[in-house]
């Protein structure tokens, strides 16, 4: 059973530019989550998804957003990169909220220059 | 609200000595907490998870951890330290209903050969 894809593994871009990073998690979970990690701030929570709909959010400015497919396939958008914004993107995937088991993909490690 | 604080974000143990790393909650609903464990560049592995069955739970790599309710403790242990066990690891808390998971800063484990 195939884990946690996350596309591109790096990536790196400049101030002010746009990035949209991927995550496809495992077949038959619906639910996705993202997290930033970085050494001054550890793991903090974006957003998560389910069946395509934003059901939680954390405490992030509106260069942040998401979205989920029908497929489950989600994607995260980050615009007018700041150099604050380089970090270690991580999505992670559930099948239900009943027997929570969040499974991480290994991330996008972004650099903003 | 709930959050997890990690006391002592460096470890260091010998090849073969018990591991103790401590891990305390704050949540106002019965908590889920969880142990990952990351290797550099890597995404997060789940170790083990408590989610209100069996107070003492048994994770991978000979892991264990004991839900302590009078003492909001989740701590994790195992009885000898293998070189392997070098990485960092993160307790984190959710909750029933939750969509999310609250991280603590982590500790990084060092074992000396």
């Known amino acids: 059973k195939a884990g946690v894809t996350q596309t591109p593994r790096y990536l790196i871009k400049t101030r002010g530019q746009q990035v949209t990073l991927s995550c496809s998690p495992i077949?038959?979970?619906?639910?996705v989550s993202w997290y930033q990690q970085t050494p001054g701030q550890g793991l903090q929570f974006l957003f998560e998804?389910?069946?395509?709909?934003?059901?939680n959010k954390g405490n992030f400015p509106g260069r942040f957003s998401g979205r989920q497919f029908s497929n489950s396939r989600s994607e995260m958008n980050v615009s007018t990169l700041e150099l604050g914004d380089s970090a270690l993107y991580l999505c992670?995937?559930?099948?239900?909220?009943?027997?929570?088991?969040?499974?991480f993909g290994s991330g996008t490690r972004l650099t903003v220059v | 609200a709930q959050s997890v604080t990690q006391l002592g974000s460096h470890v260091s143990v010998s090849e073969g000595a018990l591991v103790l790393l401590r891990c305390n909650y704050s949540s106002s609903v019965p908590p889920y907490l969880f142990w990952y464990v990351q290797y550099p560049n890597q995404g997060l592995q789940l170790l083990l998870k408590?989610?209100?069955?069996?107070?003492l739970v048994k994770g991978i790599n000979g892991f264990e951890a004991e839900f302590k309710k009078s003492e909001t403790s989740f701590h994790l242990t195992k009885p000898s330290a293998h070189m392997s066990d070098a990485a960092e690891y993160f307790c984190?808390?959710?909750?029933?209903?939750?969509?999310?998971?609250?991280f603590g800063t982590g500790t990084r484990l060092t074992v000396i050969p």
């Open positions: 998804y389910f069946s395509e709909t934003q059901r």
């Open positions: 077949s038959g979970h619906r639910s």
């Open positions: 984190a808390v959710s909750g029933p209903g939750a969509n999310n998971l609250f």
């Open positions: 408590y989610t209100s069955a069996a107070t």
């Open positions: 992670a995937s559930s099948l239900s909220q009943s027997e929570p088991r969040y499974t």
